[in-house]
């Protein structure tokens, strides 16, 4: 570490420019506009933490949306990086089919979430879609997915985890390929098992990546807008109501922007919270 | 780099898996691809009861492609798309991997509250400061140009949080002995630091790559003129309420998403263990 007031704001100063200017301007715009509230006529005054406790004590579609999107996380985000790892863990090694599956498996993420969620609506319609085709060749029978109150958050799961399994993937990949071969090499002298190895070398060397790619992963996941927006709209009847949507409803459906703005900046919280918790738990990313 | 060989059966389980993998990741995508070079049509005729038609047309045509090129502009859409893609990487490397260094390596005053800016951004949900952004972006009068859908996007706090932790592994010594030697600090970001972290660079590519090239709410909001259309604003332009046409969407959508992989497919011999090299251990 070197001690330079001069040299270290030469290096950061471009990036804290754009940052400040195009990220924590408007997140302190929002900020500040979940303390106001704006009448019909369009007129906005300060109103302190009223958006807050209104929502906390009075709201119950925001605490059905808060459960939702804590429930979809928790699923979520395990499952993603649980296959991502493992998808990685087997595609690490040159073999002449590497190549061809990491493209495959890359390819979902290719396609941009729009995209996705018109796709899956599509292959998942309870009627007609290409889902139900194959259990109907299977003699199993047709299910509802998204118009059912009981699948359809479990459909968003699945989508998520089409499209972004392969992704983060790629981070584990690139994290795979600093660890030294010579490590294997030593490990391949004393006998060790393949499960050995992975268990022993690789998971312990790549706690970096993984911090990384946990804190990340969970953050987009809280963020998850566009398949609900394109496909269920927060239903049926509310199970697929995440955070996001109901704020987004908030601000362009029913023009309250003071609750949408407190929706999300509680939002940010809530990821705080986790970020923290999941850099303390994988014991990187603070310590200098 | 010396090669270890598996036994053949753990090769071919790891084969079986990956195959059962794949279908789960192909099939969907198959149908599509199946269903754009289809002569425009009913979407679900071949969907449900499955056949072999359903994966593989019998009359295959290209006059889906051919339509969104010649008639409805789709290459002006790719070819903005990669403008503002390759603008924003080409800024975003050069500001990230600089304020990645700084948080790596130095200390100052400030540091924390730096990085504490650096995990904020990333956290921040990008659909809750869209209407603040769109007011300072009119402010700054840049709304419905290139620099609108360029500019925000350039400071990313994922990618510095990324190249920091690349850079705190270089061993500080190779700096010092280069700083004895008599080497400006910006002359050993350049031969040092950089060509070291090739690894990190292709990431951040692909991943601000990545999130230019699927972005779609902000364009809407920050452009309206068609000149500036870009590749995902185009596609979903074809879904509507009353009257989807899924020739041209999913044609589009294929289109669309051919040069994230073949940008993946030339980038992921860096992703091998090995081969690259970093040169930093072992």
Same mark, same amino acid.
């Given at each position: 570490?070197?001690?330079?007031?001069?040299?270290?704001?030469?290096?950061?100063?471009?990036?804290?420019?754009?940052?400040?200017?195009?990220?924590?301007?408007?997140? !302190?715009?929002?900020?500040?506009?979940?303390?106001?509230?704006?009448?019909?006529?369009?007129?906005? /005054? $300060? @109103?302190?933490?009223?958006? /807050?406790?209104?929502?906390?004590?009075?709201?119950?579609?925001?605490?059905?949306?808060?459960?939702?999107?804590?429930?979809?996380?928790?699923?979520?985000?395990?499952?993603?990086?649980?296959?991502?790892? @493992?998808?990685?863990?087997?595609?690490?090694?040159?073999?002449?089919?590497?190549?061809?599956?990491?493209?495959?498996?890359?390819?979902?993420?290719?396609?941009?979430?729009? &995209?996705?969620? @018109?796709?899956?609506? &599509? &292959?998942?319609?309870?009627? /007609? !879609?290409? #889902?139900?085709?194959?259990?109907?060749?299977? !003699?199993?029978?047709?299910?509802?997915?998204?118009?059912?109150?009981?699948?359809?958050?479990?459909?968003?799961?699945?989508?998520?985890?089409?499209?972004?399994?392969?992704?983060?993937?790629?981070?584990?990949?690139?994290?795979?390929?600093?660890?030294?071969?010579?490590? +294997?090499?030593? #490990?391949?002298?004393?006998?060790?098992? #393949?499960?050995?190895?992975?268990?022993?070398?690789?998971?312990?060397?790549?706690?970096?990546?993984?911090?990384?790619?946990?804190?990340?992963?969970?953050?987009?996941?809280?963020?998850?807008? #566009?398949?609900?927006?394109?496909?269920?709209?927060?239903?049926?009847?509310?199970?697929?109501?995440?955070?996001? +949507?109901?704020?987004?409803?908030?601000? $362009?459906?029913?023009?309250?922007?003071?609750?949408?703005?407190?929706?999300?900046?509680?939002?940010?919280?809530?990821?705080?919270?986790?970020?923290?918790?999941? $850099?303390?738990?994988?014991?990187?990313?603070?310590? +200098? | 780099?010396?090669?270890?060989?598996?036994?053949?059966?753990?090769?071919?389980?790891?084969?079986?898996?990956?195959?059962?993998?794949?279908?789960?990741?192909?099939?969907?995508?198959?149908?599509?691809?199946?269903?754009?070079?289809?002569?425009?049509?009913?979407?679900?005729?071949?969907?449900?009861?499955?056949?072999?038609?359903?994966?593989?047309?019998?009359?295959?045509?290209?006059?889906?492609?051919?339509?969104?090129?010649?008639?409805?502009?789709?290459?002006?859409?790719?070819?903005?798309?990669?403008?503002?893609?390759?603008?924003?990487?080409?800024?975003?490397?050069?500001?990230?991997?600089?304020?990645?260094?700084?948080?790596?390596?130095?200390?100052?005053?400030?540091?924390?509250?730096?990085?504490?800016?650096?995990?904020?951004?990333?956290?921040?949900? *990008? =659909?809750?400061?869209?209407?603040?952004?769109?007011?300072?972006?009119?402010?700054?009068?840049?709304?419905?140009?290139? *620099?609108?859908?360029?500019?925000?996007?350039?400071?990313?706090?994922?990618?510095?949080?990324?190249?920091?932790?690349?850079?705190?592994?270089?061993?500080?010594?190779?700096?010092?002995?280069?700083?004895?030697?008599?080497?400006?600090?910006?002359?050993?970001?350049?031969?040092?630091?950089?060509?070291?972290?090739?690894?990190?660079?292709?990431?951040?590519?692909?991943?601000?790559?990545?999130?230019?090239?699927?972005?779609?709410?902000?364009?809407?909001?920050?452009? %309206?003129?068609?000149?500036?259309?870009?590749?995902?604003?185009?596609?979903?332009? %074809?879904?509507?309420? =009353?009257?989807?046409?899924?020739?041209?969407?999913?044609?589009?959508?294929?289109?669309?998403?051919?040069?994230?992989?073949?940008?993946?497919?030339?980038?992921?011999?860096? *992703?091998?263990?090995?081969?690259?090299?970093?040169?930093?251990?072992?």
């Amino acid at each position: 570490m070197f001690r330079s007031n001069r040299a270290g704001w030469f290096f950061i100063l471009p990036a804290f420019v754009f940052l400040g200017l195009f990220k924590i301007v408007p997140i !302190g715009v929002s900020v500040l506009e979940s303390l106001r509230q704006t009448t019909y006529t369009g007129r906005s /005054y $300060f @109103v302190g933490f009223e958006n /807050y406790t209104y929502l906390f004590f009075e709201d119950p579609t925001f605490w059905n949306s808060f459960w939702i999107t804590l429930i979809y996380s928790l699923v979520v985000n395990p499952l993603i990086i649980l296959i991502a790892l @493992v998808m990685a863990l087997l595609l690490n090694e040159n073999h002449f089919f590497t190549k061809f599956f990491r493209t495959v498996f890359f390819l979902p993420t290719a396609i941009s979430f729009a &995209v996705v969620s @018109v796709i899956w609506s &599509v &292959v998942l319609d309870p009627h /007609y !879609g290409l #889902a139900n085709g194959f259990l109907t060749l299977f !003699g199993l029978p047709a299910q509802p997915f998204f118009a059912s109150t009981a699948q359809a958050l479990w459909c968003l799961v699945f989508l998520n985890v089409w499209r972004s399994a392969g992704y983060w993937m790629m981070y584990f990949l690139a994290g795979l390929q600093n660890i030294p071969e010579s490590l +294997y090499q030593a #490990a391949d002298i004393d006998g060790a098992s #393949a499960w050995t190895k992975t268990r022993k070398i690789t998971l312990p060397l790549l706690s970096r990546t993984f911090a990384f790619v946990l804190v990340a992963n969970t953050a987009f996941n809280f963020l998850t807008f #566009a398949p609900v927006y394109i496909i269920t709209k927060g239903g049926p009847r509310g199970s697929t109501n995440l955070l996001m +949507y109901e704020s987004y409803k908030s601000a $362009f459906v029913n023009l309250d922007m003071g609750r949408a703005s407190a929706i999300t900046t509680i939002l940010l919280g809530i990821i705080l919270i986790f970020s923290l918790f999941e $850099f303390k738990w994988t014991k990187a990313g603070f310590e +200098y | 780099m010396m090669r270890r060989y598996k036994k053949p059966l753990v090769l071919a389980a790891e084969f079986v898996l990956l195959t059962a993998i794949s279908l789960f990741f192909i099939l969907p995508i198959l149908w599509i691809v199946a269903s754009a070079l289809r002569p425009s049509g009913p979407l679900y005729t071949y969907a449900n009861p499955l056949t072999l038609q359903t994966f593989f047309p019998t009359t295959v045509t290209f006059d889906n492609f051919v339509h969104i090129f010649n008639n409805l502009h789709f290459g002006r859409a790719l070819l903005n798309s990669l403008l503002v893609a390759v603008a924003t990487i080409a800024i975003s490397v050069l500001i990230c991997s600089m304020a990645g260094f700084g948080l790596a390596k130095f200390a100052f005053r400030g540091k924390n509250l730096f990085f504490f800016i650096v995990l904020i951004t990333f956290m921040v949900p *990008f =659909e809750s400061i869209v209407i603040p952004l769109f007011v300072l972006v009119k402010r700054l009068n840049i709304d419905n140009t290139y *620099f609108a859908l360029i500019l925000p996007a350039a400071g990313n706090g994922l990618a510095i949080f990324l190249f920091r932790q690349f850079f705190s592994e270089v061993p500080t010594e190779i700096l010092e002995a280069a700083r004895i030697d008599g080497a400006s600090w910006i002359r050993i970001f350049r031969k040092i630091i950089l060509p070291l972290s090739i690894p990190a660079i292709v990431t951040v590519i692909v991943m601000v790559f990545m999130f230019q090239w699927n972005s779609l709410f902000w364009p809407l909001i920050a452009t %309206h003129s068609s000149r500036f259309e870009v590749v995902q604003v185009a596609i979903t332009a %074809h879904r509507s309420t =009353e009257d989807t046409s899924w020739a041209n969407l999913f044609s589009s959508a294929i289109a669309g998403s051919l040069p994230p992989v073949i940008l993946f497919f030339f980038l992921q011999k860096y *992703f091998v263990r090995g081969i690259s090299g970093t040169g930093l251990k072992g």
